[in-house]
Each structure stands twice: as structure tokens, then as C-alpha cells.
DNA sequence: GGGGCGGCTTGATGTGCATCAAGAGCCGCC
DNA sequence: GGCGGCTCTTGATGCACATCAAGCCGCCCC
């Protein structure tokens, strides 16, 4: 394509690495979108209980992955939304010199592929980063239905208008931000997602190898597990690998300064 | 607010200066976009003549700004979208130690509040780049159209979606990339945008101040100065002032590594 | 005209993080 | 068990860009 050309600069790739086990063959057991743990976080958030079944009918399937798996891939031709039911993800843009960005870290309840809408084409990648599982939405029929239910209506711009929000966010933290900063940040981030699903917020596993996290950030791998040390040594988080204990949540989010919108941090 | 903890880091205020010219008063004058000359990049885009007329009865009135002036801030309540007619804006948001990223500039035809929708509250600041005017599309009306009109809904959801892919290639661009390469591709940007909106695509006045391009890329104000100048005596682009003629538009597009996605630059 | 101010440029110096390099822990596999 | 390949850590060095500091230009206003 003759677009071997400019400076990357930094980095390291970070590419699907293509798993060697067999992918997990799509399952066809129906959704259930009134019991699943992440509904409110999801598209049948402020939707009545007939309204849920309607988009039940719709969301015909789920597919698992196993870590490592791409849930599509920029080119593909884009047909489907799919919903995070459990697992993980990280979604990538690749730039003309073949350089990667990763631009988010995804969890159960929220959507992926709704950058693929306009061109009917995904411009971006996403992979498993653990083994996960999906709700498959066909947009097709998703659009019509939303056409019919203003709730389901209501609800997709929300979810585009949060993602919108959500990335405004990071751009503050990319833009302006030293590297201490950015790390903690995500962090708190991570944990009050986490905390959102009924999670613990101040223990988890980074689903994510220390390169992902780099390249999120704009880092390096070195200095993130430098930071990383660095915070155990002033005893606000203890890590183990990919487990991390948030020993001071307090400290932590100061050093993110986002103690403000993350509630009652300061209580 | 007990807010005024962590280190800002870098930087320089860039909030609006609040001009001294009183505003201009809103003016009444009906919409028509069946003739707006951006109509192709706004919502009207995919709309039948009849669909357009609808679209027109809601989008009641027009507001012109002065540069400087604000057309909404962070915490108003969110009833209208806007669309731009004329001029050019940025978007900010406000990091809660008082830093403020620039996140966006948008031009004629772009639509500015999206990400207002969740939550109906401005997240973000949107300020006049130089004298301009925007359509007032209240929200609660469109979307109601919308509901009645699948190729609105479709528009709505496209521009969306355009958004998050714009998104993601600025975190593309912040992420990784050298400040020249980032200053590169600004100037590609811009360039292109204004090409698509029919103006010419080497020449054209930058509307906002060099803090500004500076705070939008990560960087200060003298290293984009210092680009410039740079970038000028490689022969690249001719700069005075905010005045800029882009000489060698394939070694520009090649420095901002972008150049396999701006149509027949290398033909 | 001249003083003040904000935006811009240019130079000198400093530093935060990348880069390079080596080694340690972990895991799957032969 | 032990080898090869990961991810992760830790240290030494260097550089790109920030920071600090003048000085310039255009513009408004007295």
C-alpha cells in the first residue's frame, strides 16, 4: 500500500497474539437480559419488563472467546453490537505505520463496536484479554427496535453520550498528566468500575499485561511497573503480579486528583 | 469544594477570557437547511426534502457568538444541541485541580453537546473561536423526530459514531506520537476539514491561539512555535502569524503519518 | 505618540520518561 | 527435570520536550 513510511517512535507491539487453543465454539443458548448481573449497566437500563423481552428476542446469542481471541478486527463488516457479559477486553487502533494504540480497557455491561456505525466497517480492533463472554446484537435490528421503544432509544444515545464523556476523560489524563498521575488514575478507575459491578474496589487482577497498560497510558512497560513498585514502596497498593491490593484508596485517588467525582472518597 | 489538592503539572490557563464586547443578541431569523452550505455534513445529511422541511420546523432559531464568548459550560443543564453554521469553537474539559484540556475544534457543519445527553448536563465547555453562529436544535424535539424518522435516526447515530472514531484516532495521535509528528498531523487535519467544507485545503487562518493548539496536543506553547518555525524553514508550510500555507502537503501528510488516509495526497 | 498588554518567538537550562540492557520469575512443553 | 519463551523488574544512560527567562510585535486605548 506504500505506507511503510514515518517515525513510530517508542513501542513495541502489541497485536493479537493469536492463541494457540481451538476458539470456543459459538454457543446459541438464548440471552437473559432480566437476570443478568450487569442489566443495569447494559441497553435494558430503564427499560420496562416487556420491553426487556422485546430485546431479548432480538439478542439472539452469545459467543465466547478465549483470551488472546479478537471479537472482530478493523475491515470487518459491522453487523453486529456486542455486550460484555463477563470477561474482558481491550480495544486498539492501528496507525497507516502499522503502530498501535490501545484505546480502552472494557468491562461486563459495556458495549463494543459503536465506532463501527458510520461506514459499516469496524475502524478499530478488539480482543479478549481473559476468557469472556458476549451478547451478540444484531444493529440491524436493534435500530428498528429503538425505532418502536423510545426507553431503547433513550438508552443507545446515553451509552454513546457516556462513551463520548468517558473519552473526553481520558484525553484530560493523556493530554496533561505526569506519568504517576496517569497510573493512579487508572487505577481508581479500574477499582471503581470494579466496585460498580459488585466487585471489590480495592482488590482485583489486572486482566492486562503491563505492556497494554503502558501503551494505554503512553508509557512503557518499564515505567509502569517502576511506578507500580514505586506505590508499594509508599504502602498505597500492594501487587503481585497482576493482583493488586489498594492499601490507602484516599492517597491513591489524590494522586489521580479525581477524588472529587469518585463518591465519598474523601469521607 | 476541598478540591484543590494534587499537582496540576505544566500549563498555563485557558479559560474564556470573557470578552468585553457585549454578546450579540439571538436572532431569530429561521433555519434553512435545504441551503445551508454545510447541510452534507450535518444532520440534514440522508434526509428526503419533506424530511428536511420537518427538520427545520424544530431547529427554531440560529444564535450568533462573539469570539470569546461561551456557548455552554460545564454543569448547564442540557436541552439544545448545536450545530455549527459559521466559525469555529473549542471544547474543553476541567481536570478537578483547575487544569483544563482543550479536547476538540470543531468547525462548520459538527455538532457540539453530544456528549451532554447521559446525565442532561454540559460535561465540557464549548467557547467561540472567532465570531460565529450555530443553529439551536433542542434536544427533546429531535429526538422525537428521530423517532419518527428512521434516516434521522440513523444520521443521529452515524455523527455519534463518527465522534468515537475521531476520538480514537486523537488518542491515537496523543499516545504515541513525537510532538512533530502530532503537530503534523494537526495541520493535516485542519487542512482536510476545511478542503471538505469547500475551502482551499493549503491555505487557511488558524482561529485560536497557539495555547491552545499546544494544550490540544500535549504540548507548550513554545515547542508548537518552535514546530512551526521549524517546519517553515524545511520548507514544509509558510507561517505569519495565524496565517498558514501548507508548501509540500505529501512531506506534511508523511510527517503526520497519515498520508495513506488522505485521499490521492501521494497521486 | 506612547504605554500597556497579550500573543508569539527564541534561547538557555533542566528533568521526566524513553531507551537500552540484563537478569529474574513463571509457565507450558518435550 | 530442564529448556525456551513469555512477562515483569531493575539499573544506567540519554534525549525530547518542559520550564524559565527575555525580548518582539501587533493592537487597543489613553
Redo the contacts between chains.
Sequence with gaps: ???D???????NGVLPPSVDRPPMKDTLSAVNCGNCSVRRLCLPAGLSGEEIDRLEKITGKRRMLRAGEALYRAGDPFTNLFAIRSGSFK?T?I???G?T???HFALPGELLG??????RMH??FAEALEDSSVCVLPFAQL?GL??EV?AL??Q??????????K??????L?????AE?RMAALLMNISSRYSRRGYSATAFVLSMPRTDIA????LTAETVSRLLTKFQREKMIAVRGREVEILDLIALS????????YEDA?A
Excluded: W
Design positions: 500500500m506504500g505506507c513510511s514515518p517515525a513510530p517512535r517508542r513501542y480495544s487502533v496507525a497507516a505505520d503502530d494504540q490501545v484505546t459503536l465506532d463501527a456505525y458510520s461506514g475502524s478499530s435500530e429503538a425505532q423510545p432509544q433513550h443507545i444515545y446515553n451509552i454513546f453520550s457516556e462513551e463520548l464523556k473519552e473526553n476523560e481520558t484525553l484530560l493523556l493530554g496533561k498528566r505526569s498521575t501503551n494505554y497510558l503512553g489524590e494522586l489521580a486528583g479525581t477524588h472529587c467525582s474523601g
